[in-house]
């Protein structure tokens, strides 16, 4: 466990030895592992092996740059400063991480990485594990094992939709946010779901009696958060919301 990370992590957890696989630290709740947490934690580990090609070819294919493009202005959203700590939750393969500003000395951050499914943490790893300062955790989004304000950039890209506990994985990123930080969390619209997942066949019996409705969502920010925002992207094909921790 790199120094920094073990200063951040929950003090029960700096007392116990944490199991690692393949560099990746293991601290996953198995109560967490319910209703739609399981059912889509399963999804993504046998889509780990082929999701990146199927961004990078199909994806150019139907979309050409448009998903890149997207993914670019997520990250130019949020405030970037070199020797950042950065948590990413859902990190999945971390396709993200390549759209981190140019300005932006990448090598400089301390970027921690965390996600319900083992396979996409294994992809992440062979993806960015020699090229940036990078730690994984498999543990989910509902129980950070992380100290309060303990991160200069938080955000969230895709699964929130369909989190078991919405509202608890929300307050645990505002909670391990520092005072001032600038929250972004995410997802598809529910248009798109409807149009994209719930038709395809590798997917649609995941999203199958499947619903989502983003006020709910924004019903579940923080009190102790302002500068809420929501914004549509991607014609529409995805959502992002930004909020701001409360203090200096």
Known sequence: MKTEISNILKEEIRRTEIPTKDGISLLLNYRFLVHDNKKFME?????????????TAIGRIKYGNAINKMRSDLMSKLEWKDNSKVLYV???TGRDLNFIPKSINAKSLNIVGLDISFGMLKKCRKNFGSKLDLSLFNCAAEELPFIDNA????????????????????????????PGTKILISDETRDWVDK????????KKYFEEKHFNINELESHISKNVNES??????ENKCYCLTFRKIGA
Do not use: P
């Not at 999804?43 to 961004?55: L, T």
């Not at 991160?151 to 946010?177: L, Q």
């Not at 925002?229 to 991607?234: G, N, S, V, Y």
């Open 196 to 203: 994209q997942f719930k038709k395809s066949r590798l997917s």
């Open 229 to 234: 925002k929501l914004e549509l992207m991607w």
């Open 151 to 178: 991160f200069d950039i938080v955000f969230h890209v895709g699964g929130i939709n369909f989190f078991s506990d919405k509202s608890a994985a929300m307050k645990e990123m505002v909670r391990v946010a520092k």
């Open 43 to 55: 999804m993504y580990n046998w889509m780990s092996r082929g999701y990146d090609f199927a961004e």
């Open 90 to 92: 859902s990190i999945g």
